[in-house]
Structure formats: structure tokens, C-alpha cells
């Protein structure tokens, strides 16, 4: 049995269900000496930062920066979220099952490889070999220092838009 751990969005679960497993997970990896790497992703929304005014007696007032939370009006962008989170469990589970990714096995019936909750995802495995000489850094409106930093950082090329391999 493969697991995957969507609890904010299962019904009669809660969100700290989550963090349980991968606490749990951390305690039996470190009980059993077994290499497992966790790899946590916080997804910026769309809708994290934005800027508005107010209409205060029909003049609208200076701009200001809105943090965290929907935009009225905006009812799209929780689900465009829900997709690209389900997107990225589906690409996972297929690397899992073409055998490219190994999720932490906690027994033989039970294997973890991406739990997810609220916008925060936890990619579990017992590791990943990167093929540095094979990977390319890819930026959009970033400054070319910046790249050329952070290629010797990752210790990869720079390459450019649009790439012929995913």
C-alpha cells in the first residue's frame, strides 16, 4: 500500500494529522537509523500579496499591500492551487511507480512519499541522487548575477527559456 497524505482536504480529519505523521515519521527514521530525507515546500499563492485602495467617500485612498489571504472576488485561485497540489502528487506517485523515487518505507505494506496539508507539502524519501552535470537553472526577470550566483551554488548550468526536456 502506497500512502499519501492529504489530510486539510479529507473530511473528519484534522490538519494537525499532518504534522503527526511527519513527526512520527522523523522518530521512527531516527529509531530505526534508516536514511530518509524530507523535503518541505511552503507554495506561495498567487494570492498571498497584492496591492489594493479603498473607495472612501468615492476617492479611493493610497495603495496598500495586502498579506495573506483571498482577494475578493478572486474564487478561482484556491482551486487553480488544488490542481497544481494534486498535479504535483501525481507526478510523484508516477516516479514512485516507474521506480525513479523511493518514498520511506515505515513497513511492507506501508510506503510515504508526499504528504500534504494546507499549502505546505513534505516530498518523504530515502533520498535523491541529483545529477548536477544533467540539471539546468532556468530564471524568468532575474538578473544574470543573480543566476550566475546561484548556478555555482547548486553547482549546475544556466540555461535558457524555452528548454526542450522536462
Known amino acids: 500500500m502506497i500512502s499519501e497524505c492529504q489530510s486539510a482536504f479529507l473530511p473528519n480529519r484534522q490538519i494537525l494529522d499532518g504534522v503527526l505523521v511527519v513527526n512520527e515519521l522523523i522518530d521512527l527514521a531516527k529509531r530505526r537509523k534508516d536514511k530518509c530525507m524530507m523535503f518541505k515546500v511552503d507554495f506561495e499563492r498567487a494570492y498571498d500579496t497584492s496591492s489594493m485602495s479603498v473607495l472612501v467617500n468615492g476617492s479611493p485612498t493610497d495603495e496598500f499591500i ?76 532575474l538578473e544574470e548575477h543573480f543566476m550566475a550566483a546561484a548556478s555555482a551554488f547548486l553547482h549546475c548550468g544556466v540555461d535558457f527559456i524555452p528548454f526542450r526536456f522536462l
Do not use: W
Not at 489571504?69 to 508516477?94: H, N, Y
Open 66 to 141: 495586502v498579506g495573506k489571504g483571498l482577494r475578493q472576488g478572486d474564487p478561482l485561485s484556491p482551486f487553480l492551487f488544488l490542481i497544481a497540489a494534486e498535479g504535483l502528487t501525481k507526478l510523484i506517485q508516477r516516479a514512485v511507480d516507474i521506480g525513479s523515487f523511493l518514498g520511506y518505507k515505515v513497513s511492507n505494506d506501508i510506503q510515504f512519499h508526499i504528504l500534504q496539508f494546507a499549502d505546505d507539502t513534505v516530498i518523504v524519501g530515502e533520498g535523491l541522487k541529483v545529477n548536477f552535470f544533467k540539471s539546468k537553472l532556468y530564471g524568468i526577470n
